[in-house]
């Protein structure tokens, strides 16, 4: 048998076992290939952000479970190299966390008036994982008000009393309340900002009748991480989140390829029925997938691509599917508008940081961090991204402390970043670093025009001859 009709056998047998799987017709394995490939890129956000969700609203007996749907969950805690399991922990803004079904009606969400010195955040998070909304002070100031959130099916007004209609592409939506912290004596005064959150039907809100509930939902078995690397399970996880998100009108030609392959909102993704060549060919696809992901991370991680490119709106990112995989380095990131993240992980000479080394950082006279609410730094030890214990109990200096902190000469601030004391006189601007390898997270919450637009620069962190 020559080439030619052994390819077309090949392509007629993968015709006929996607036909067997309810799939079209028409696709052949290069065809599969490259829509695995595309699929798997597009997809993978969703996937994760799934098992996250299931593990914090729906999975009552997995230790990172918060509440159930719609119910709101306060974590007023100071972390401390105690806390193992969050990997970068920030300790700048202890965090509440509500996951919305917005299946039945609308929810309410609720915020105290805050006074203008603390700054807060409510960002919302569809299942795409795109940032499609915020509350807050930035977004909208620090007085209170009723917030109402629409899922894609409500076609209700503005109610009486409701401040503003958000509107959500997704059913399910994962909502992230940020409250600033001044120090650590200061948690009383965050834990009482966090119980006058509310979260609540707009039938609660209103003094309504409840409408019907939503049918129950027949949860897919979420992947591990790994397993989210490996198991063609993916895309049947996949086709269970695509069916509580209504297609966009951008991505209606991108879904029709997909269905192709059987990759289809609502529908099974069986692996067990692929023909051999076809599962090969999406295993291919899914290879290339992870090709063109970690092209993409080494531009991430020589700056070319920055955190700030990768959160954001559907707008914002413009269907760039591979940079909104990108951003789940960091899942649930804030929009850069909201925050940006300069990290340290080398010197001013490139080479990796250590605590076997002292360093100092220095910000001239007039070239602190601009930002309209708060900036801080954050030691944390490396390859486990936790906090580092230290005689002085310091794991970031921010902005609230510079009072405290010493100015040089000439106005600037120097901080020495070592793991011993640099001396009595300079210890308020000590950053402690553990004995070996370390990273140091910089955070500006709402960031001023200079760093937005590239005028300000993080500085270098210098080793000390």
């Not at 969700?53 to 100071?78: E, G, L």
């Not at 309340?177 to 120090?183: I, K, V």
């Not at 997938?289 to 707008?315: H, N, Q, V």
């Amino acid at each position: 048998m020559n080439r030619k009709h052994l390819t077309a056998l090949l392509a007629a047998l993968v015709a006929f076992a996607i036909s067997s799987s309810g799939l079209a017709q028409d696709v052949t394995p290069e065809e599969a290939r490259a829509i695995a490939k595309e699929a798997y890129i597009y997809g993978y956000p969703l996937v994760d952000s799934y098992r996250i969700q299931y593990a914090y609203f729906v999975d009552k007996d997995d230790k990172s479970y918060k509440a159930p749907w719609n119910q709101i969950k306060n974590i007023p805690a100071v972390y401390t190299p105690a806390d193992t399991a969050i990997q970068t922990p920030n300790s700048d803004t202890p965090y509440s966390f509500v996951g919305l079904d917005l299946r039945s009606e609308p929810i309410v969400i609720s915020v105290p008036e805050i006074e203008k010195s603390r700054y807060y955040s409510v960002q919302f998070i569809d299942a795409y994982t795109f940032n499609f909304a915020y509350v807050g002070s930035r977004a909208t100031g620090n007085n209170a008000g009723n917030f109402l959130v629409a899922g894609p099916n409500w076609k209700g007004d503005k109610p009486a009393g409701i401040k503003q209609v958000i509107r959500s592409e997704t059913d399910f939506d994962m909502v992230v309340f940020r409250t600033q912290l001044f120090n650590p004596a200061d948690i009383d005064n965050v834990k009482k900002i966090q119980a006058k959150y509310k979260v609540q039907p707009l039938s609660a809100f209103l003094g309504t009748p409840t409408p019907p509930a939503a049918p129950a939902v027949d949860w897919a078995k979420p992947l591990t991480q790994e397993e989210e690397k490996t198991s063609l399970e993916f895309f049947n996880v996949l086709n269970f989140v695509l069916g509580y998100c209504p297609v966009d009108p951008t991505e209606v030609e991108l879904r029709k390829r997909f269905a192709k392959i059987g990759i289809e909102g609502g529908k099974s993704f069986d692996p067990a029925k692929l023909s051999p060549e076809l599962k090969t060919a999406i295993e291919q696809g899914r290879a290339d997938a992870w090709e063109a992901y970690a092209g993409d991370a080494k531009l991430l991680e020589a700056g070319k691509i920055t955190p700030g490119d990768c959160f954001g709106t559907r707008e914002y990112l413009k269907n760039n599917f591979l940079y909104r995989w990108l951003a789940t380095i960091g899942i649930y990131g804030n929009s850069k508008q909201e925050a940006m993240y300069p990290v340290y992980q080398v010197d001013s000479a490139g080479h990796p940081l250590n605590g076997a080394n002292r360093y100092t950082l220095r910000f001239a006279k007039g070239e602190l961090p601009p930002v309209k609410a708060f900036w801080s730094l954050t030691m944390y030890d490396q390859p486990q991204s936790l906090l580092v214990a230290n005689p002085i109990d310091r794991y970031l200096i921010n902005s609230p402390m510079l009072p405290e902190l010493k100015k040089d000469a000439d106005g600037g601030l120097t901080l020495y970043i070592q793991n011993d004391s640099p001396g009595k006189e300079r210890e308020s601007n000590w950053l402690p670093a553990p004995k070996g390898p370390f990273a140091m997270y910089m955070r500006l919450y709402w960031p001023a025009e200079a760093a937005l637009d590239g005028t300000w620069k993080a500085p270098k962190l210098n080793l000390v001859k």
